[in-house]
């Protein structure tokens, strides 16, 4: 089956340093991508997506690129900010999570030290 | 405010009680699901409604019984839960199959099964 692997961290940086959070996927077909972020005691908010491969997603001077030769979507910041400390999710699903869901991975908690 | 509710933020229940949770969307969307987030595993897919349809249900024990009577509102009723039912449930809709991409999430009902 589908499915999404991401380094589970915790990730600790300190403030203005270069962010990458690795995912990678598995999948029969060619799904859309997604990065979620969840903040303390809240739900998942979408960040970026990607629907087809070299698409580039950005958000918030978050960016992420569909490889489909690599079959990846890695996360990427240049200069991250306290605020940004968080627990991100990446995901898949073939109807753009229209309709059946989303696959997760396991989530990765970020930690920015001032 | 993401436009998708969730009550209650918080729920104990004794593994003989019966209990539901409940989830309320403002978007006009046609999908809704339940996830489950436990600590350490990625999201668990649970049950997908599509205009009020259940789609898919992930193999999910009995003693969870969701309900959906109409696209704005959807359910899950507890019975008889197990401890390592304990868990954050989050409720998430879309536009459903055919419609854009993005799937809105509450801010969850955490559970915990005494």
């Known amino acids: 089956g589908d499915s999404v692997t991401q380094m589970e961290g915790p990730v600790t940086l300190s403030e203005e340093a270069f962010l990458t959070i690795n995912c990678t996927y598995t999948?029969?077909?060619?799904?859309?991508l997604f990065w979620y972020v969840q903040y303390p005691g809240e739900g998942l908010q979408l960040l970026l997506k990607?629907?087809?491969?070299?698409d580039k997603g950005s958000n918030k001077g978050f960016e992420a690129t569909y490889r489909k030769e690599t079959t990846s979507f890695h996360l990427e910041k240049g200069s991250v900010q306290v605020s940004d400390s968080a627990v991100y999710f990446c995901?898949?699903?073939?109807?753009?999570?229209?309709?059946?869901?989303?696959?997760f991975g396991k989530g990765t908690h970020l930690i920015i030290q001032p | 405010e993401t436009g998708v509710t969730q009550t209650p933020r918080h729920l104990v229940m004794g593994m003989t009680n019966k209990k539901s949770l409940k989830c309320e969307q403002h978007?006009?969307?046609?999908?809704m699901y339940w996830y489950k987030q436990s600590a350490k595993k990625p999201l668990e897919l649970m049950f997908v409604?599509?205009?009020?349809?259940?789609?898919e249900n992930n193999s999910v024990p009995s003693r969870f019984s969701p309900e959906c009577p109409n696209s704005s509102h959807l359910f899950l009723h507890l019975h008889t839960l197990q401890p390592e039912d304990s868990a954050l449930y989050l409720c998430?809709?879309?536009?459903?199959?055919?419609?854009?991409?993005?799937?809105?999430f509450g801010q969850g009902t955490r559970l915990t099964v005494v």
């Open positions: 409604y599509n205009f009020k349809e259940q789609t």
């Open positions: 990607a629907t087809k491969a070299d």
């Open positions: 999948a029969t077909g060619y799904p859309s």
């Open positions: 995901a898949l699903s073939y109807s753009g999570g229209g309709a059946d869901g989303l696959t």
């Open positions: 978007l006009g969307h046609n999908a």
């Open positions: 998430a809709s879309s536009q459903g199959q055919g419609g854009a991409t993005e799937a809105f």
